[in-house]
């Protein structure tokens, strides 16, 4: 085979030249190209968002104030914790019922550990299957009254893979204003239209859909049961009406919702006791009151099939783990045979609530969960009365813009049925003479 060099010296002096000369022109274009390319198109240290956070992160140093996200707890996190070596009363937990670290839980999940292996190695669909997983799907579906349900190995990846898959750009997506962003983001993914009602705002919705629904084929509305930033509750049976009067899908987000509202903890299906398939998808995540990680999504035997066999979040990923499966099973179970934790719960909610009002803390539109923020305002003073209270033996996250809105950053206490009364005023107590010194000082 004649080489490349062979075919160059076989070109004539001319077509030497002319090829020479566009090799420098080539040469030359490229580099002007790369020399118009900032350098924070390719390099991740100069991301514009990176710098963004540096600048965040700074100003909690040069405030004095240190920085309160990724501590590393040294035990189970429930209502008390150990960081650093310091024993604190813990409020940023989401292990409402008190299954993480709840014997009868441990047990299931090492047993299912030796039995099953740790992973389940293998997408379910094809080799990754096993009894346990059934068994959690019947579970899940029988403590909500539906037909059947599909576990996913990732809470967030649930809405975004399930939401992300069901609909097409002919569909309408409409959410509440502070639905979470694992919704948003399966919105997105979908290539649906998306539009927005105000937070809680049934009649908003209403007044939407009477203008926008005769555009589109499927609409689904989501909602959220509980939501985590105010710990408030929407009227479910108003917007189940509205679904029905526009021929619309619901779908409900029960992260928080699940195991903490309703008289015995299924949520608020039974906290409304509404017929259940009046909601035509029910989501929850595992990693809250059921001790595990992961989500779930449940309503008719038809939804659930179609996932199954379809969902690329669900088909292309690996099978929750045994571990993980056991635990949220053992958990399931034992929040039936006791319910009084669920009970227990409430009251404890209901107090930490009552004395926060009693101190004219804002606690926002929190009423009747365990979520309950104590809004400050701007960020920096969110963040200090967040250490004031490390100081004093209590552990609370704050959250800043841009997670809450610019002049509402808040602490959001996170409460446990295992919280004890004197726990609760002895925080109350606290965070309002903490806050009282930050609001006197500026």
């Known amino acids: 085979m004649t080489s490349h060099f062979q075919k160059i010296s076989n070109l004539s002096a001319e077509e030497k030249r002319a090829l020479l000369a566009k090799l420098l022109e080539q040469k030359n274009t490229d580099t002007t190209t790369t020399r ?30 240190c920085n309160p ?33 709840d014997p009868n839980v441990t047990k299931a999940v090492q047993e299912a550990t030796e039995c099953y292996g740790s992973s389940v190695s293998a997408s379910r669909l094809v080799s990754g299957e096993i009894p346990l997983h059934q068994e959690l799907e019947r579970e899940i579906a029988g403590l909500l009254g539906v037909e059947d349900s599909i576990v996913y190995v990732g809470g967030h990846s649930t809405n975004v893979t399930t939401i992300g898959h069901l609909f097409k750009a002919e569909d309408l997506i409409i959410h509440d204003s502070l639905i979470h962003d694992s919704a948003y983001q ?6 649906a239209t998306c539009l927005v009602f105000p937070h809680n705002n049934w009649q908003a919705l209403d007044r939407i859909l ?23 509750i929407p009227d479910l049976s108003k917007f189940i009406e509205v679904k029905k009067r526009h021929y619309a899908l619901l779908m409900v987000d029960e992260a ?67 571990p993980n499966t056991a635990s949220a099973l053992a958990s399931i179970r034992l929040l039936k045979a006791e319910p009084e934790r669920v009970t227990r719960l409430h009251q404890t909610a209901k107090l930490f609530l009552e004395l926060a009002r009693q101190e004219d803390l804002n606690t926002g539109e929190s009423k009747d969960t365990p979520i309950i923020p104590i809004i400050v305002g701007k960020s920096l003073p969110c963040v200090r009365l967040s250490q004031a209270l490390v100081n004093r033996g ?39 003479e903490e806050l009282r010194k930050i609001l006197a000082s500026q």
């Open 69 to 101: 996200y990724f501590k590393a707890h040294q035990g189970i996190n429930n209502d008390k914790t150990l960081i650093d070596g310091q024993n604190l009363i813990n409020f940023s937990s989401y292990n409402y019922i008190g299954m993480s670290g």
């Open 36 to 65: 118009t390319i900032p350098a924070e198109y390719y390099t991740f240290k100069l991301f514009p968002e990176y710098s963004d956070l540096k600048k965040m992160l700074s100003e909690f140093q040069a405030n004095g104030e």
């Open 256 to 322: 928080h919702s699940i195991g903490t509202i309703g008289k015995t903890g299924k949520g608020i299906g039974e906290y409304f006791e509404i017929n259940r398939t009046d909601v035509d998808l029910w989501m929850g995540t595992l990693s809250k009151s059921f001790a595990s990680c992961g989500g779930y999504i449940a309503g008719c035997q038809e939804l659930i099939k179609y996932l199954k066999y379809t969902a690329p979040g669900f088909v292309y990923s690996v099978g929750i783990s045994p």
């Open 394 to 432: 209590i552990n609370v996250m704050p959250m800043v813009y841009p997670a809450a809105p610019e002049n509402a950053a808040r602490l959001r206490f996170f409460l446990n049925c295992t919280h004890t009364e004197e726990q609760i005023r002895f925080t109350v107590k606290t965070v309002a």
């Open 186 to 191: 399966g919105a997105v993914l979908s290539g």
């Open 210 to 232: 009477q203008d926008e629904r005769h555009k589109y084929k499927r609409v689904v509305i989501v909602l959220e049961g509980a939501y985590s930033m105010d710990g408030d």
